[in-house]
């Protein structure tokens, strides 16, 4: 059988294009390498908590388009994140907002609280900004730089953040308001059921083959369609030939633990340099600690996440966007533009570190051209 298209990865890119591909009224055959769709936002059913697999994701967006999308294949909970920080055991409040400025420095109004930063933004002497550590000190000052970003930030990256990019803590919102949401979106929530429920949903009617490896076999799986949308590792498309692009990978030790209540929260950061992981998730808390049916869940389900540098064969997760990334991804993205058969898109085909939301606006606005 021959289809219009083949996707290459059962993710949010793929399982967006995919959706709207059939909508249009073209025959769609999805491939994934994985045992499973729904790509990074796989979540697992086990003793009806559903288990993040590859980390965290709570969706949250300020797309009207792409939220009301989703609508369509899920109802979502009233989840907020509001993580905490754990730095050697003293409590702090994500993000960094009223209430971390009065666990830190015992300030009580923005007047104070702007002060203190303002104070320690002098001492550091930074007008200009040019990497992270500068960034965030200039944001936050120096104790939350050094309590609450650095040894989380170098954890999680693996370098100095004098060599990180500004942009990553740019990502985290800074507010002279008593307001622990962890972002600034007008919608939020995780779909009830777990995410893989709603990619299946939007997959409903498509073909999907899993354990399938395109690479493996290309000839074999282009002979099956008209185009290729490919959401996989861009280098990896090209067979590494201009070199690796790096990723930070991550490794999830996952437990299931005979009490109700571990940390109270589903994520508290550990900020120190010491404790080896990065962050623990009690994936219950995700759902309010209840099943679908409303019951509390007796038992209980943690990850901690380690942080560690991508190695071909890994997991890739986090794009490392620096300039020798950028330039590297730039080269592989001249030759993918000169594909006519295939088209790439998503967090590995673009070497984009995607939010949920910008992948399936992404997705969408890239079907409207394709499929128009
Ligand atoms: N970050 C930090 N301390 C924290 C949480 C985040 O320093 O407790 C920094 C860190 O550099 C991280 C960035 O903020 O890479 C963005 O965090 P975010 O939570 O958005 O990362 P993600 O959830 O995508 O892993």
Known sequence: MKYDYL?????????TFAQQAKEA????????????????????????????????????????????YLQRFAT?????????????GELY????????????????????????????KQQA????????????????????????????????????????????????PVRFTFDNNYFNALYQGIPVGGYTKMVANMLAGIDIELNANYLEDRHKWDAMADKVIYTGPIDGFYDYKLGCLEY????????????????????????????PYTRIIE??????????????IPKTIISKEYSWEWKQGDEPYYPVNDEANSALYQQYKDMADRETKVKFGGRLGEYKYYDMDAVVASALEFSEKELS
């Open 7 to 15: 996707v290459v990865g059962a993710g949010l890119f793929g399982a």
């Open 25 to 68: 009224g073209k025959t769609v055959l999805v491939i994934d390498k994985r045992d499973h769709i729904a790509g990074n936002v796989y979540t697992k059913e086990v003793g009806k908590i559903h288990v993040h697999e590859y980390g965290a994701h709570i969706f949250h967006t300020n797309n009207h388009n792409v939220w009301e």
């Open 76 to 88: 979502f909970n009233r989840f907020t994140n509001s993580p905490v920080a754990n730095y050697k």
């Open 93 to 120: 409040s994500l993000p960094f907002n009223m209430y971390t400025f009065n666990q830190m420095w015992g300030v009580t109004t923005p007047e104070e609280a702007a002060a203190k930063i303002e104070e320690q």
């Open 125 to 172: 002497g930074i007008t200009d900004p040019k990497n992270l550590e500068e960034q965030a000190i200039s944001l936050v000052g120096r104790d939350i730089f050094e309590k609450l970003i650095k040894g989380y930030t170098e954890k999680q990256w693996g370098r100095d953040c004098k060599d990180l990019p500004a942009f990553i803590i740019k990502r985290l």
């Open 248 to 275: 930070r990978s991550v490794r999830f030790e996952t437990e299931i633990l005979d009490m109700a209540n571990f940390q109270g929260n589903a994520a508290v950061n550990y900020t120190d340099r010491e404790t």
């Open 283 to 296: 994936h219950k808390w995700f759902e309010f600690g209840k099943d679908e049916e409303g019951r509390e």
